[in-house]
């Protein structure tokens, strides 16, 4: 009985909880997707048709965990210094065959060796959605440029999109729970952006028009728990 307690005390929040439980989800649904994929390939008959639906159902149960939590582990917030810079490079990297796929140019320019004390993976989860919104958003020859750069003691992320924009309706609905104007869309990848930086005590903020694009600004300003890169 007092083992089952102390279990339960490992997560600290509901959100730690669910965070556990997408992830557990996860694995059986990467199996059942192989499997069905195999089986796809065989099968000439009637049951393509049913195949391609469930697969197409899956895939949507994994957009909503990946939007959730590609990187995130569950459980603890870990926190660990890192450079901001290569873990914008990182995501760039990720997300390069994508933004091929729609034809998007992605670029950065990346101004400083700050190195940020954070949880690596969360902020990863934030910046990745994101990027990625500003890459769905944006149509064949576009281009969508990360900035990176510094002031005083704090650094200043920009994802800046040449894409469809928004509307002050839309703007407004930003991260809000389910909002989504994509045909597959879940409608949390902002909010859990959004969260994420807020929990860092950054700043997030979205400027937008439609038709010219969206610019995305995020601030951390914390003069204790983001540093230099001295140790050269
Ligand atoms: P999803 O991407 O699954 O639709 P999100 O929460 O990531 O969910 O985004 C919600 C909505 O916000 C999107 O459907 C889109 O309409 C709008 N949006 C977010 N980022 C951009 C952007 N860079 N340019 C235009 N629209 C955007
Ligand atoms: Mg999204």
Known sequence: ???????????????????SIAHEVRNPLTVVKGFLQLMQQKEKGENYQYLTLVLGELGRAEAIINDYLSFAKPQYEKKEKFL?????????????PLALKQGVELRSILDSDQLLLADRDQFKQAIVNIIKNA???????????????????????????????????????LGTLFYTTK??????????????????????????????????????????????????
């Open 1 to 19: 009985m007092k083992q089952e307690i102390r279990r339960a005390e490992k997560f600290n929040t509901l959100g730690e909880l669910a965070a």
């Open 84 to 96: 901001i810079k290569g873990l914008l490079l990182d995501v760039q990297q990720l997300l390069e």
């Open 135 to 173: 890459i769905e958003a944006t149509n064949n020859g576009g281009e969508v440029i990360i900035t990176l750069e510094e002031k005083n003691d704090m650094v200043r992320i920009r994802i800046k999109d040449s894409g469809k924009g928004m509307t002050k309706d839309q703007l407004s609905r």
């Open 183 to 232: 045909d597959k869309g879940t409608g949390l990848g902002t909010m859990v952006s959004i969260r994420i930086i807020e929990s860092m005590n950054g700043k997030i903020s979205y400027r937008s028009e439609e038709g010219s694009g969206t610019e995305v600004t995020i601030q951390l300003r914390n003069p204790d728990e983001v540093g230099r890169n001295d140790e050269k």
